[in-house]
């Protein structure tokens, strides 16, 4: 005779994500991340953070990492994010993230973070240099997803190892604590079209806001001369386009813009090569900067208007860490008493 599997999650479907307060944000967070959070909005209860707690593992400086906070809040609600029906808040705000992941430490295996990929990839041979922090970066993830209970976590490829341990420490925590379906198990909503964005001038590297070079990125703040230049500039070869999908095979760069101008466009990479296919990149690319221009102006303007007023930004966060805590809060209450804590 086996054991019954545990019951189903009934609590609500929520979305939970959230980015870092680094450096500017650039043309993939937008197509991977911004555009999936104004789509999930009419699905889902969408509470979206600016994670400043995962921010300082990577050591940035005191003095910018408030305007930094802000300027994150102002491109989610630039893209569309609606902070009247969506959360948004900072992680740090919300005390209950530290004390869940605390929990969860105790929760988690050694094996369990030594097998994540992105520590590996981030510290290389120097792993003893590397904080504590940057390697439990999964715990302290897991806790800022379940901390609401969320069951659906928009991914890309390289966060899904994380939602994986999310979904252990979950079901660890129900089996360890008695508490079946106490957690859900997070479900990845997989990040469709223009989920991976390349680097301009390498099309095996993904576009990262960490990249030393500003020329490998359009960053959302770009105005369209320097969008122009930056594509016009981007890496590509001497033939022509290609007029099929099986054409970019080994074309890495072309691939990624042609890539960009379905996803900004919303067409498919076939329709993108039946009226570019066979032409070169001096009519491709201007095409391309033009498109990225139009799309990206009116979320530079809002993105200035908002960084422009400080303190309205604060108000929306201080109201959205309300509206988050007031979630959190009842969880980790019952979390404290699962545990056995004095005074829960």
């Not at 593992?57 to 990492?65: F, I, V, Y």
């Not at 966060?159 to 379906?181: C, M, T, V, W």
């Not at 099309?203 to 001369?225: E, F, Q, V, Y």
Request: charged share 25%; hydrophobic share 40%; glycine share 8%.
């Amino acid at each position: 005779m086996t054991d019954a599997p545990p019951p189903p999650y009934a609590g609500p479907q929520r979305v939970f994500s959230g980015m870092q307060p680094t450096n500017g944000l650039h043309l993939g967070n937008y197509l991977g991340a911004l555009q999936k959070f104004v789509a999930l909005q009419g699905k889902y209860e969408c509470i979206y953070c600016v994670v400043d707690l995962h921010a300082i593992t990577a050591g940035p400086d005191p003095k910018e990492l408030a305007a930094k906070t802000r300027e994150v809040a102002a491109a989610y609600i630039a893209a569309g994010v609606d902070p009247a029906h969506s959360i948004i808040f900072v992680q740090s705000a919300v005390r209950e993230h530290s004390e869940l992941a605390w929990v969860f430490n105790c929760i988690a295996r050694m094996g369990w973070l030594e097998r994540m990929t992105q520590f590996k990839d981030k510290a290389g041979k120097h792993a003893e240099r590397m904080s504590v922090g940057l390697f439990d970066y999964p715990v302290l993830q897991a806790a800022d997803i379940l901390l609401y209970k969320a069951t659906h976590v928009p991914v890309g490829e390289d966060q899904k190892q994380h939602l994986e341990l999310s979904r252990d420490i979950a079901q660890k925590f129900n089996n360890d604590y008695e508490a079946p379906g106490f957690f859900p198990l997070p479900e990845p909503l997989i990040q469709g079209p223009g989920a991976r964005i390349m680097n301009l001038r390498e099309g095996t590297k993904k576009m990262s806001k960490s990249d030393p070079s500003d020329m490998t990125r359009i960053n959302l703040t770009d105005d369209a001369d320097t969008i122009m230049n930056k594509v016009k500039k981007a890496t590509t070869d001497p033939l022509p386009l290609p007029e099929t999908k099986e054409g970019l095979a080994g074309r890495a760069e072309v691939e990624n813009l042609v890539g960009i101008y379905a996803a900004m466009s919303e067409r498919s990479v076939d329709d993108v090569l039946l009226e570019f296919g066979g032409k070169g990149f001096g009519v491709f690319k201007p095409a391309l900067a033009e498109l990225l221009a139009a799309k990206l102006a009116p979320i530079a303007t809002e993105m200035r208007r908002l960084n422009a007023d400080p303190a309205a930004l604060d108000a929306i966060l201080s109201s959205g860490a309300d509206r988050a805590r007031a979630i959190a809060a009842p969880i980790m209450a019952e979390v404290r008493e699962r545990v056995g804590f004095w005074g829960a």
